[in-house]
């Protein structure tokens, strides 16, 4: 279990600004986006995003549920999935969301793509990291069926994305769109020439 912080800790956190090991979000992030934030400190120490407060120091809240609802959608972008926990304080009367994220021990991805915290930014994890880290606690026997497991994860994941894609962008589906598209054209020019004339 990741500690959780008192009002007054988050306050001291806070004014401390962002680090390797905290992150300050001023709104909601899309759901991909929040997930790489969250993945790159998994990848890394760990840490704690805090949602609602804007740089420097000014607390602005946030719609807490909207904010659990946000980080449900961006857990799913995650493999394997990781132990999130969630706290919800009051600070000037205005809500604020903080997220701890533990740190991993296996490389966490988003959506396929995996980052680690660098600074106060996220940068691509690279093989020599991936190989530090699968190989820190494990045997070389251990870490090479991890990292083959995580490959074939990600392989069945990159064809669900390719048969998805070939879905979107079926000749069916464009003509359905076209024939929508010049259907609304017709009707919009009608309408215009009544209008006119």
């Not at 500690?3 to 004014?15: G, K, N, V, Y």
């Not at 120091?57 to 946000?70: C, F, L, S, Y």
């Not at 915290?117 to 251990?142: K, M, Y």
């Amino acid at each position: 279990m990741l500690p959780t912080l008192t009002s007054q800790q988050a306050r001291d956190a806070i004014a401390q600004g962002e680090s390797e090991t905290l992150e300050l979000k001023s709104s909601l992030q899309p759901p991909a986006d929040l997930a790489k934030l969250i993945t790159s400190f998994a990848n890394a120490k760990g840490g704690t995003v805090i949602i609602g407060v804007s740089e420097p120091n000014k607390i602005i809240g946030v719609d807490a549920q909207r904010a659990t609802e946000i980080l449900g959608r961006a857990s799913q972008l995650i493999r394997p999935s990781i132990a999130l926990e969630t706290q919800t304080l009051q600070l000037d009367d205005k809500p604020i969301v903080l997220v701890h994220v533990p740190r991993s021990n296996e490389p966490v991805s988003a959506q396929g793509a995996f980052y680690y915290r660098q600074g106060t930014g996220l940068a691509p994890l690279t093989p020599r990291l991936i190989q530090d880290r699968v190989t820190e606690t494990r045997t070389q026997q251990e870490a090479l069926t991890l990292l083959s497991e995580t490959v074939a994860g990600h392989t069945k994941e990159v064809e669900s994305f390719k048969t998805e894609f070939a879905k979107a962008n079926s000749w069916p589906r464009k003509i359905g769109i076209a024939a929508v598209g010049a259907a609304v054209g017709a009707a919009l020019k009608h309408a215009f020439q009544l209008w006119v004339g």
